[in-house]
């Protein structure tokens, strides 16, 4: 099994989320994460799915979802060709013999404090998947309250882009 | 001009002359929009939304046209639901309009209100919910075209009542050109010509999209030149005539012993149109391991799906044949067709099941010498779908219409209904008393249009597929496929206003048949056949060739 990411510009209209959320239930692909957004361009919707599966899956995914009428463009990102980001909140549990230890902690993960209370930080946090689920774990000794994960954003490096077809 | 009144006005703008469909609460306008252009579009009232989506859908089969329905919203469009799904599995070319209720109750749970969209959308090509009334003809048109080109399929639009009321000026528009088709590049090509000329024992495996396709003429062209023997999936069993020696006959599970044995000789397959259903494939793990694949479908997404092929071309089976067919020269196999010749000799050597009752295979013969080639022959699923497959010589390449994919019992009427709608052609219907059971009530419909129907019912008391796998696979446990009915089929034909007849023997059955085809109407030809025949040969499901079941 490996991991893929596939980036796509839909039509920005209601409806299309559950069209292609529906496809991949139905012909039964499992996505890790789903990311739609609006763009530059009032048409369109961008998505980044990342799905974990075998070159099968990931081929097959592709050309089902080229033949959605909402999809205009659609492929596989390589990571070494792409920047990708993922953004989490994390409430940890923290007292006053924990928290300086934490905030450490987030500091050397560059990640920053953004709601401070007597009992628990809230630390937001920007980065590959990896790096946010190494901070997770750590995380965990102190006691996660709640985590909210964004899933993951790619974009390609240099001039390179997902183009209308 | 209304929304329902720009709703006819674009389905007559795009060619459409027939339209199957029931009216409702939400539907009104639109029926209001049709009854004053009586004169220039055909509606067909049937009994039952399911038979207005399966005439639709027998329509566009047996027309290579776009097949239309219009229904009401809630019940009417759930009603459709099932045509639908039939179409999509066949890649059959359907509109399906559905009325809604007013925009501003949509999502309140109003009286008939259904979310036919989110319903709909694992089962539709496209669909669309329109709730602007400017964009209605645009989207229909849309629709056509989306229909009809690439993968053929069907295409819902839901229409909020609100929608069909509000008035807007409305213009006609040239009808949009269908996505050209993909371009098939010289290597690919050559390619294919260096993997047929390397075959010594070539096979053309021919589905639905040789139908669909009108490729027909290409594929006896192909199979002359490389002297290949041509096997069909049952979608694409009428692809070519079968009076051409090189056509076999099925393959798959039921399929004929010397197409499927043939097949399994081969060292290349050229599979055209096909997206290798496990109905035929079988085991698809030991699918064919010494032969090569050359695999020609207009959806990228078929190629290497169940099977994968040695060479996947993405093109219009048409265009991508009569070019391969251009760069060919002809060449003899005699080795292969020595092969050939044995093999078939061997089948004629299999005892065909005799009796003095009415064999299935008798009752497919007798009809089939009435018909005509052009005659449509509809189906509905089962047993009786089976026989006529394995044994009907079909001529004509839109003459068969049965339901592939979704196999539904009851499709077989309202398909047999819209393809004689299609054709103007006596039609005949072969059916199961399980399958005629399901949707006999458009029999009232082939009455009041008084088309000319002949429906041939295979009555043997059972549901005789599920029977025969508990026979084979369930130690006889004859769970629920026991009718026991009392239907008395005669009377229940006369009951609608059609003629009944009853055959117990072969000499009867020609009397009615006779008779049937010299009616106006529709007429109900109740055949008795022995609830224990079974149809073979039979690999049975995950098997391979190996497994064959022949008596």
Same mark, same amino acid.
């Given at each position: 099994?490996?991991?893929?990411?596939?980036?796509?510009?839909?039509?920005?209209?209601?409806?299309?989320?559950?069209?292609?959320?529906?496809?991949?239930?139905?012909?039964?692909?499992?996505?890790?994460?789903?990311?739609?957004?609006?763009?530059?361009?009032?048409?369109?919707?961008?998505?980044?799915?990342?799905?974990?599966?075998?070159?099968?899956?990931?081929?097959?995914?592709?050309?089902?979802?080229?033949?959605?009428?909402?999809?205009?463009?659609?492929?596989?990102?390589?990571?070494?060709?792409?920047?990708?980001?993922?953004?989490?909140?994390?409430?940890?549990?923290?007292?006053?013999?924990?928290?300086?230890?934490?905030?450490?902690?987030?500091?050397?993960?560059?990640?920053?404090?953004?709601?401070?209370?007597?009992?628990?930080?809230?630390?937001?946090?920007?980065?590959?998947?990896?790096?946010?689920?190494?901070?997770?774990?750590?995380?965990?000794?102190?006691?996660?309250?709640?985590?909210?994960?964004?899933?993951?954003?790619?974009?390609?490096?240099?001039?390179?882009?997902?183009?209308?077809? | 001009?209304?929304?329902?009144?720009?709703?006819?006005?674009?389905?007559?703008?795009?060619?459409?002359? !027939?339209?199957?469909?029931?009216?409702?609460?939400?539907?009104?306008?639109?029926?209001?929009?049709?009854?004053?252009?009586?004169?220039?579009?055909?509606?067909?009232?049937?009994?039952?939304?399911?038979?207005?989506?399966?005439?639709?859908?027998?329509?566009?089969?047996?027309?290579?046209?776009?097949?239309?329905? $219009?229904?009401?919203?809630?019940?009417?469009?759930?009603?459709?639901?099932?045509?639908?799904? /039939?179409?999509?599995?066949?890649?059959?070319? !359907?509109?399906?309009?559905?009325?809604?209720?007013?925009?501003?109750?949509?999502?309140?749970?109003?009286?008939?209100?259904?979310?036919?969209?989110?319903?709909?959308?694992?089962?539709?090509?496209?669909?669309?919910?329109?709730?602007?009334?400017?964009?209605?003809?645009?989207?229909?048109?849309?629709?056509?075209? $989306?229909?009809?080109?690439?993968?053929?399929?069907?295409?819902?639009?839901?229409?909020?009542?609100?929608?069909?009321?509000?008035? $807007?000026?409305?213009?006609?528009?040239?009808?949009?050109?269908?996505?050209?088709?993909?371009?098939?590049?010289?290597?690919?090509?050559?390619?294919?010509?260096?993997?047929?000329?390397?075959?010594?024992?070539?096979?053309?495996?021919?589905?639905?999209?040789? !139908?669909?396709?009108?490729?027909?003429?290409?594929?006896?062209?192909?199979?002359?030149?490389?002297?290949?023997?041509?096997?069909?999936?049952?979608?694409?069993?009428?692809?070519?005539?079968?009076?051409?020696?090189?056509?076999?006959?099925?393959?798959?599970?039921?399929?004929?012993?010397?197409?499927?044995?043939?097949?399994?000789?081969?060292?290349?397959?050229?599979?055209?149109?096909?997206?290798?259903?496990?109905?035929?494939?079988?085991?698809?793990?030991?699918?064919?391991?010494?032969?090569?694949?050359?695999?020609?479908?207009?959806?990228?997404?078929?190629?290497?799906?169940?099977?994968?092929?040695?060479?996947?071309?993405?093109?219009?089976?048409?265009?991508?044949?009569?070019? $391969?067919?251009?760069?060919?020269?002809?060449?003899?196999?005699?080795?292969?067709? /020595?092969?050939?010749? /044995?093999?078939?000799?061997?089948?004629?050597?299999?005892?065909?099941?005799?009796?003095?009752?009415?064999?299935?295979?008798?009752?497919?013969?007798?009809?089939?010498?009435?018909?005509?080639?052009?005659?449509?022959?509809?189906?509905?699923?089962?047993?009786?779908?089976?026989?006529?497959?394995?044994?009907?010589?079909?001529?004509?390449?839109?003459?068969?219409?049965?339901?592939?994919?979704?196999?539904?019992?009851?499709?077989?009427?309202?398909?047999?209904?819209?393809?004689?709608?299609?054709?103007?052609?006596?039609?005949?219907?072969?059916?199961?008393?399980?399958?005629?059971?399901?949707?006999?009530?458009?029999?009232?419909?082939?009455?009041?249009?008084?088309?000319?129907?002949?429906?041939?019912?295979? /009555?043997?008391?059972?549901?005789?597929? !599920?029977?025969?796998?508990?026979?084979?696979?369930?130690?006889?446990?004859?769970?629920?496929?026991?009718?026991?009915?009392?239907?008395?089929?005669?009377?229940?034909?006369?009951?609608?206003?059609?003629?009944?007849?009853?055959?117990?023997?072969?000499?009867?059955?020609?009397?009615?048949?006779?008779?049937?085809?010299?009616?106006?109407?529709?007429?109900?030809?109740?055949?008795?056949?022995?609830?224990?025949?079974?149809?073979?040969?039979?690999?049975?499901?995950?098997?391979?060739?190996?497994?064959?079941?022949?008596?």
């Amino acid at each position: 099994m490996k991991k893929f990411i596939i980036g796509m510009l839909v039509s920005n209209q209601s409806g299309v989320l559950t069209r292609i959320s529906g496809m991949f239930g139905r012909r039964g692909f499992n996505i890790d994460s789903l990311v739609v957004g609006v763009t530059e361009h009032p048409e369109f919707s961008r998505m980044t799915i990342t799905m974990t599966g075998e070159d099968y899956d990931r081929d097959q995914i592709i050309k089902q979802l080229e033949k959605l009428h909402d999809v205009y463009e659609v492929r596989e990102m390589l990571a070494d060709e792409i920047v990708s980001r993922e953004l989490v909140l994390i409430k940890v549990a923290a007292d006053r013999k924990t928290r300086q230890e934490i905030m450490t902690a987030a500091n050397v993960f560059r990640s920053k404090i953004v709601d401070f209370s007597t009992d628990s930080l809230l630390i937001e946090m920007t980065g590959e998947s990896s790096k946010l689920e190494a901070f997770i774990e750590l995380m965990k000794d102190y006691g996660i309250i709640e985590l909210c994960r964004t899933g993951v954003v790619s974009l390609d490096r240099g001039a390179t882009c997902l183009k209308n077809k | 001009m209304t929304g329902a009144d720009i709703i006819i006005e674009t389905l007559i703008e795009q060619g459409t002359e !027939v339209v199957f469909g029931y009216p409702g609460g939400q539907a009104i306008n639109i029926y209001d929009a049709i009854y004053k252009r009586a004169d220039r579009i055909k509606h067909v009232l049937t009994a039952h939304e399911q038979g207005a989506a399966h005439a639709a859908d027998g329509y566009a089969r047996a027309s290579g046209k776009v097949g239309v329905v $219009i229904a009401t919203s809630g019940p009417g469009a759930t009603n459709l639901v099932t045509g639908i799904a /039939n179409a999509y599995l066949d890649s059959i070319p !359907v509109v399906a309009i559905t009325g809604n209720v007013p925009c501003s109750l949509i999502g309140r749970d109003s009286f008939q209100e259904v979310d036919i969209v989110g319903i709909t959308m694992p089962i539709v090509k496209h669909n669309y919910c329109v709730k602007d009334v400017t964009k209605l003809a645009d989207t229909i048109r849309e629709a056509f075209k $989306i229909a009809k080109e690439g993968r053929p399929g069907p295409v819902l639009i839901d229409v909020p009542k609100d929608v069909q009321i509000a008035d $807007i000026p409305f213009e006609n528009k040239p009808i949009l050109p269908e996505k050209p088709d993909p371009i098939v590049s010289e290597t690919d090509l050559n390619a294919a010509i260096e993997m047929i000329n390397a075959s010594k024992r070539p096979y053309i495996y021919c589905g639905g999209g040789v !139908v669909s396709k009108d490729a027909g003429k290409e594929v006896e062209e192909l199979a002359e030149l490389i002297d290949a023997p041509v096997g069909f999936s049952m979608m694409g069993l009428a692809a070519i005539p079968h009076s051409n020696p090189r056509a076999l006959g099925m393959i798959g599970m039921h399929g004929k012993y010397s197409a499927i044995k043939i097949k399994s000789k081969s060292d290349l397959i050229i599979a055209l149109g096909v997206r290798f259903s496990d109905r035929a494939t079988g085991n698809k793990n030991a699918y064919m391991p010494n032969a090569k694949i050359l695999h020609i479908d207009i959806d990228p997404a078929e190629l290497d799906k169940n099977i994968n092929s040695t060479l996947g071309i993405v093109g219009n089976v048409k265009s991508v044949i009569a070019a $391969i067919n251009k760069r060919l020269e002809k060449t003899e196999r005699p080795y292969w067709q /020595n092969e050939i010749e /044995n093999i078939k000799a061997l089948e004629r050597t299999i005892p065909e099941h005799k009796s003095d009752m009415l064999t299935p295979y008798k009752v497919v013969d007798t009809v089939a010498a009435a018909a005509k080639p052009t005659t449509p022959i509809a189906t509905d699923v089962g047993q009786h779908q089976m026989w006529v497959a394995q044994r009907y010589p079909f001529e004509g390449a839109r003459t068969l219409i049965s339901s592939g994919g979704l196999g539904t019992m009851g499709f077989g009427l309202g398909a047999a209904i819209g393809a004689c709608m299609a054709t103007n052609e006596r039609t005949v219907l072969f059916t199961g008393d399980g399958s005629f059971g399901m949707n006999l009530n458009e029999l009232a419909t082939a009455v009041s249009q008084k088309l000319p129907i002949v429906i041939v019912l295979m /009555n043997n008391g059972v549901l005789g597929m !599920v029977r025969q796998w508990q026979t084979m696979f369930f130690n006889k446990h004859y769970s629920q496929t026991t009718l026991e009915r009392k239907t008395d089929f005669v009377k229940l034909a006369e009951a609608f206003g059609a003629k009944g007849m009853r055959a117990n023997t072969p000499s009867e059955l020609e009397e009615c048949v006779k008779k049937a085809f010299a009616s106006d109407g529709p007429v109900v030809i109740d055949c008795y056949i022995d609830k224990d025949e079974r149809v073979l040969p039979m690999i049975p499901p995950g098997g391979t060739m190996d497994d064959l079941v022949v008596e």
